[in-house]
Each structure stands twice: as structure tokens, then as C-alpha cells.
């Protein structure tokens, strides 16, 4: 739950309808290809190599690229990068990489969803290039902790009440760090955005685009502004979609999604009271009384679990339950039944909910996601090293967002105990010389608030602010038509929407 984020320049489109940045002679997917030059001479071979595509189901080709392990000894260990393509079913402008965000989230699988996350149109004129980022999934993944050890790392009490639970909360997240040291030190120190960023520039040559067209949601937003500072005369359009907003401190940035979780909670029971139950108030007021006794209850008495699994429903899990399917609004209905479920004591499906967001899988193994997404964030990320900074960030955060505040804050201490010293700082992102960069925010989002869209589209020197005026965790084929012809007119052919341009709710 942690951020695992006006334009001056006209829209180019060229005569015979391919727009700025298309591979050379519309060449399809396989096809030749130009040699994109690389930064310097000594990244070359990466960005000129062929990597070997291969069939890998339902009609997409897989491969896997080499990178440098560190961007500043190109000639030292290389790690390979597992990429996806899905080859465009109509008149090809060049390769448009997607990334679901995260940090942590998988590409691959992103990608393997392309045909219901992207419009036909886009599908038509793009070859689709997922990947995991380096740490994550397929791509040398950071790995920390047995399956056993992440169910009691997730299922700590998140809302220490006592000495005692911080004391465990701080023993639990020292040994989560020290378990990345010691069986994924040696990558540690380069999972970073900037450094996938770095590996997105190399896999734009590798495909032979002159320039990147990108659409990232959530942490993705984040390293596709990274992209455009390092590269922004390698950008050809990029589309960040329920935008993290880099200038915001850590722990601030924690209690404002917090905010944003309460806020997406609020909108959830204000549909619920026009629905059958699940609450017995008739109040929105009473309706968020009523979460707050049950999470209260879970940490006292846990809830009824018939999964076999022997994992305890406390608090941890119940918050994780609840907070999925604020998500997405299409996920309220199943939300009303496992609440209308906790409230008469059976924790079951709030507790299948929470590994839908943890990753955690039927057999009770783990994807890294959990894991990766601690390493990207402490190392983009400062973050204090004191308890007693914590403390007082948990119980600040407590007060504006009494569900979720202190979960949210309490969940990033591992950061506390990292093993590296991090390397990003939390800075405006300007990206001059880039083209217009279009962002995109949703009203009620409860994991990536709207404030933060407007923070990125102002940071950045070319940003254009798209909203939605909707619920639900990003916009883009969320529902909106609106929404789906604006970033898909700025896709294909280069048109922006006019900066500050909010589409209305979808009925």
C-alpha cells in the first residue's frame, strides 16, 4: 500500500498518418530494424542486440534482454530482463510499453491482459512490450523471505496499541530487511527506478523505436517520469495514469494515500446505504463507525477463517481485505459480502480479498511482488531511520485517516533498517526538452490521490492534467469514454487535450 504517482507544444502527426516516432518503413514486429544509437559507445551492444522472440501462447512472443547489472560499469554483470510483446493487428506505428505499477507489479502478466486493459484502436497500431522491471517477477527477482515468513511479516499487527507490538512490528520489519540482504544483496543496490528507467531506454532499441510511447499506471507513472527526466528527447508520448507525485515526502505521501484510502472507503458506503446491507446504519458517518469496530474486533478476536491455512484474521488482514476492492469500483459488490460476512464473524473472504493484493497464490506461495516493492521504495526513497519518527507519523496519520493512517505509516519501516542507503530524493520532476507528457488523475482514487496528478502535470515542464471524475485506482479503460478517446487521440496521433480537462463520472 505504499507508492509501491501545460503544454506548450502542438501535436505532430505526419501526412501519411504515422506519427513522430515510428519505427522506420512501418517494418512489422520481427521485421528489420534501424540501430537506435545508444548514450554512449559502451551501452551499444545492448541496445543493438537482437534478443531471440519466441512463441509463448495466444499470440504473444516472449524473449528475454540483457542489461547491465550497473548502468556505470556496462562491461561488469549483466541480468537478464523478461520482456512480452503482442504484435499490432492493424497498420503499425511502433511499440508501446505498458507498465501496471506496483512497485512490484508484474508486466508480463499486465501485458498477457492487453486485449481487455488497451482499446482496439491502440491494439491495432501498436506491437504491445510489456516487461518486468529488473528485481521483479521473471527479471532477477529480489527475494527475501519464505512463504511461511511473508504470511507472519503481512499479518503483523499494523496499528501497534502498545510497547509491545511496536516493539514486534520493529523486530519483524529488521528481520524483513535483513532477509533481503542476505539472499538478494548483491542486487540491492540497483532495483531502483532510474535504473529501470535506464533498462526501458535499452528495450526502446532493442525494438527499433525512435522515440517511447508508454503508458504507466500508478508506480508506473512514477518511472515513466523518470524515463522522460533522463531521456526527454527520447520521448515520443507517454501517458501516466493515476500519477504518484515525486515531490512529496515519504512519510507524507504514506498519510496522503491514506487520505485517500478513507476518501475511497467514504464513497464505497455512500453507495452501499442505496444498496442492501451491508451496514445496519443509515448513516455514512455510523456506516465508517461500524469498519472501525470491526477492525477493532479482528485485533481483539479474530475472525472465523475457512480456508484451513492456520493464518489468524486479525487486524493485518482484515484492513488488506477491505482495502482491495476500493481499487475498483466493479469490486464494491464483492466488498458488501465479506464485510456483511466479518461483521457476523466470518473473516474468509476479506482474507481471500487481501491476497488478491499481496499476490499470495492458492498454494500459499508468494509472487516477489511483496518484496520487491520494499526494495524499490527504500531505495528511491529516504525515509527515517528513528522509531519515534514513525510514532509520530502513525499517530498524525491516525487522526485524518483513523482506517487506514497508521497501517499505511507503519508499513514502510523495513525502510528503517535497509541495508543500502537509498539513492532517488524526493524532488519535483521536470523532464525539460520533452514533448507533452499527459497525466491523468482520478477524483476518488484511493491509492494514487488526485492531488498527486495535479503535483506531477505542474512538476513537469511539459505535463498535461487529465482528470476523471470517477472512483476507482486509474482511468483509462476504467469505463470513460472520455477518458479513452483523449489518451488514445494522444497515443496515435499526438493530440492533447486541452491541460485541466476533467471528464465526467461514467454512468
Known sequence: MTRGFAAAVAALVLAAGCAAGCTADHQPAGGARPVIKA?????????????????????????????????????????????????????????????????????????????????ANVLARFDIVGFDPRGVGESSPVTCMSSRDLDAYVGMDPNPDSSAEINALKQSSKAFAEGCEAKSGRLLPFVGTADAARDMDVLRGVVGDSGMTYLGKSYGTYLGAIYADLFPKNVRALVLDGAVDPAVPSLKANEVQARGFEVALRAFIEDSLRQTGPFTSHTVDGAMAEVAHLLKHADEHPLKNDLGDGRVINEAWTVLGIVTPLYERDAWPQLRIALGRAFAGDGTDLLRLADVLVDRRSDGSYSNQTESNMAVNCLDHPYPKSMTAYEKAAVAAEKTAPHFGATVMWGSLPCSFWPVKPVGTDEPVKAEGAPPILV?????????????AKGLASELTSGVLLGYDGDGHTAYKMGSNCVDTAVDDYLISLRVPKNGTVCPKAR
Open 440 to 452: 491523468v488523475g482520478t477524483v476518488r482514487d484511493p491509492a494514487t490521490p488526485y492531488e498527486w
Open 39 to 119: 548514450p554512449t559507445p559502451a551501452l551499444q551492444p545492448f541496445y543493438s542486440q537482437s534478443p531471440a522472440w519466441a512463441d509463448c501462447g495466444d499470440g504473444f512472443q516472449c524473449a528475454r534482454v540483457k542489461v547491465p547489472l550497473d548502468y556505470t560499469k556496462p562491461s561488469g554483470e549483466r541480468i537478464d530482463i523478461s520482456v512480452i510483446r503482442l504484435p499490432a493487428t492493424g497498420k503499425r506505428i511502433g511499440s508501446l510499453l505498458i507498465n501496471p505499477g506496483g512497485p512490484g507489479g508484474s508486466g508480463i502478466q499486465y501485458t498477457r491482459a492487453a486485449r481487455s486493459v488497451l482499446t
